[in-house]
Structures are given as structure tokens and as C-alpha cells.
């Protein structure tokens, strides 16, 4: 079967660094998606890696090896407003997205 | 205002009873889904739409019915509803099923069965 695993909850400090990983076993790989969803709201996306290798974007950043089925998302300086959950997600080879079960990051000042 | 527009917000629904959940986007995406979210198991796909005219069953489809009219609504009915059903309700599109830029969702539907 297909499946993603990724950390239920992580705790930081404000300013701090975190790595949030995401695992994969899936039927194909079209590319990899990190979402950010705070408490009530929506998925909005926040990063897509289709090849090996880092791609950042200001504060974050999204590492992808294909080869070990494994992405990370790194946030450095961390906000309050940082505190969310982060959905890792995989586009198998049926293009349909496979999610996995989110990381509820929590951001102590 | 550009994007997905979802109703009602929210609803209470009593056991047995049939509702359609409307979706509609204005961004003349391809792709749209039926997404529902419960604490612990993330999103499940329920169908979706590739472009329209065309409709396609998920993860847990059953006990619903989309149709794919025209390429920007996507409702989604719940026949006869049931507690299991309570759930948080998102929808959502793409350009297309090939995107490297995401999905965009709706704001979400939070469905209670009574």
C-alpha cells in the first residue's frame, strides 16, 4: 500500500530552527508537496520538489531524496505564527495526491 | 474575489437526511476534488474531477455522488447522511493533474450528522 509518515507533533522555540521530515512508500513519484494548515483553516501550499535536492524560499526550505524516499521541510527564525500543522504530500504515478497524516508544530516564546 | 468559494460554512444534519455541498472556483482550473479531513488520518480523497464532464471515484467514496457540469462547480451530495460522515469538508483545484503549483483549497465545510 502507499503511505506517508511524518512526525504527529514538534515542539520549538521562537527564533529557533526545525526540521520537520516526511517519509514515503508509494506507487510512482511525480513530485512532493509541503502544505501549511493553521487550526481551522485551509492547506495553503507551501513547497514542491520533483527532484533531488534543496529548494528554498525565504524562511523555508524543502529537501527531497528520491532515492531514500525522504523529504524535509526546514523553517528557520521561527514566528509565533509559525505554529500550524504541515502536510507532506506525494503525486503518485496516477497523478492523485497521497497525504500524509500532518505535523502539529507548536512554537514556545 | 479569485479562488474557491464553498457553502454553507458549517451545518448540522440530521441522520438520513440528503445535502449537497456546493463548490465553485473561478480560476478556470482543470482539476477539481472532494476532500474530508478528521482528526489523526489527514485528508482522504472522496472523488474527483480531472476536467469537465468527467468524474472519478477516491479514497472513500462511498455514500457520496459529485457531477462535473461545467469547469467551475463541483457539488457534492450526501444521499442519505450518517453519523460517520461528521466530518471537515475541503475542496479543492488545480490547473491541472500534473501541477507542480499545488492545490488551492476551499475554505471547508464542517458537517455534523446528528
Partial sequence: GQNIDQPTEMTATEGAIVQINCTYQTSGFNGLFWYQQHAG????F?????LDGLEEKGRFSSFLSRSKGYSYLLLK????????????????????????????????? | IAGITQAPTSQILAAGRRMTLRCTQD??????????QDLGLGLRLI??????GTTGKGEVPDGYSVSR??????PLTLASAVPSQTSVYFCASSDSIESSHGYTFGSG????VV
Fill in chain 1, 41 to 44: 483553516e485551509a492547506p495553503t
Fill in chain 2, 69 to 74: 457540469a461545467n469547469t467551475d462547480d463541483f
Fill in chain 1, 77 to 109: 527564525e521561527l514566528q509565533m505564527k509559525d505554529s500550524a500543522s504541515y502536510l507532506c504530500a506525494v503525486l503518485d504515478s496516477n497523478y492523485q495526491l497521497i497525504w500524509g497524516a500532518g505535523t502539529k508544530l507548536i512554537i514556545k516564546p
Fill in chain 1, 46 to 50: 507551501l513547497s514542491y520538489n520533483v
Fill in chain 2, 47 to 52: 472523488h474527483y474531477s480531472n476536467t469537465a
Fill in chain 2, 109 to 112: 465545510t464542517r458537517l455534523t
Fill in chain 2, 27 to 36: 480560476m478556470r482550473h482543470n482539476a477539481m476534488y472532494w476532500y474530508r
